[in-house]
T-cell receptor, first 114, second 109 residues
Framework: DSGVTQTPKHLITATGQRVTLRCSPRSGDLSVYWYQQSLDQGLQFLIQYYNGEERAKGNILERFSAQQFPDLHSELNLSSLELGDSALYFCASSEGAFSGYGYTFGSGTRLTVV | KNEVEQSPQNLTAQEGEFITINCSYSVGISALHWLQQHPGGGIVSLFM???GKKKHGRLIATINIQEKHSSLHITASHPRDSAVYICAVRDNYGQNFVFGPGTRLSVLP
C-alpha cells in the first residue's frame, strides 16, 4: 500500500456520461497530481493541486475538471465522456509544491467508456 | 521530434547483467524523473534529478544538463526488475510534465 488511495479501481460507463474519480493523498502530502495513461498517448499530466489551490496545468481537456478539498483529498470530474477517454487515471501526491522528494502514486482507476 | 525520447524501446537481459536506459529531451527543464511501471500497472517514482547523480540500492541515475541527457543504470539485474521504465521532465516553469514513451525491460533468470 503506497499510502495514496484511489477510488474506484474500475469504472465502466457510457458515452456522454459524467464520472468522478477520487484520490486521498499520503498522510502529510499537500500536493496532488492527476495523470492519464492511454494506450495510444502514453502518460500525460493533467493537473496539480497544492494545499487546495491549482498549482500547474497540463493537457487537461475543458470537459475535465478537478479540485482539492480542505482535507486534501482530490476529485477529478470527467464529463461528456467519449470513447477516447477510456484510460488509466493515476493520482500521485508529494510533500511540497515542487516534488523535490519524489512522488507516491496511487494504484489508478481504470475507466472504460462504452 | 518528440520532446522526450528514450532508448532502447525494448530490452531483454540475462539476470546479473548491467543495464543502461537512456533519456534525451529537447526542452528546458526544472527536473527529470525516472518512474517504474510494474506489469500490473502500478507506478513507482524512482528518482528526481536536477543535476549530477543519485543512487538507490542497485539503481543509479545520472543527468547531464548541458547535453540534455539522462541515464538510468541497473546493476546486477534481477527478474523482479522487469518493468517499463519511464523518463519524465518538468518544464522550466515547474508547470507541465512531458513523459517519454518508456523502455520495456525483461530480465530473464
Amino acid at each position: 500500500d503506497s499510502g495514496v488511495t484511489q477510488t474506484p479501481k474500475h469504472l465502466i460507463t457510457a458515452t456522454g456520461q459524467r464520472v468522478t474519480l477520487r484520490c486521498s493523498p499520503r498522510s502529510g502530502d499537500l500536493s496532488v497530481y492527476w495523470y492519464q495513461q492511454s494506450l495510444d498517448q502514453g502518460l500525460q499530466f493533467l493537473i496539480q493541486y497544492y494545499n487546495g489551490e491549482e498549482r500547474a496545468k497540463g493537457n487537461i481537456l475543458e470537459r475535465f475538471s478537478a479540485q482539492q478539498f480542505p482535507d486534501l483529498h482530490s476529485e477529478l470530474n470527467l464529463s461528456s465522456l467519449e470513447l477516447g477517454d477510456s484510460a488509466l487515471y493515476f493520482c500521485a501526491s508529494s510533500e511540497g509544491a515542487f516534488s523535490g522528494y519524489g512522488y507516491t502514486f496511487g494504484s489508478g482507476t481504470r475507466l472504460t467508456v462504452v | 521530434k518528440n520532446e522526450v525520447e528514450q532508448s532502447p524501446q525494448n530490452l531483454t537481459a540475462q539476470e546479473g547483467e548491467f543495464i543502461t536506459i537512456n533519456c534525451s529531451y529537447s526542452v528546458g527543464i526544472s527536473a527529470l524523473h525516472w518512474l517504474q511501471q510494474h506489469p500490473g500497472g502500478g507506478i513507482v517514482s524512482l528518482f528526481m534529478l536536477s543535476s549530477g547523480k543519485k543512487k538507490h540500492g542497485r539503481l543509479i541515475a545520472t543527468i547531464n544538463i548541458q547535453e540534455k541527457h539522462s541515464s538510468l543504470h541497473i546493476t546486477a539485474s534481477h527478474p523482479r526488475d522487469s518493468a517499463v521504465y519511464i523518463c519524465a521532465v518538468r518544464d522550466n516553469y515547474g508547470q507541465n510534465f512531458v513523459f517519454g514513451p518508456g523502455t520495456r525491460l525483461s530480465v530473464l533468470p
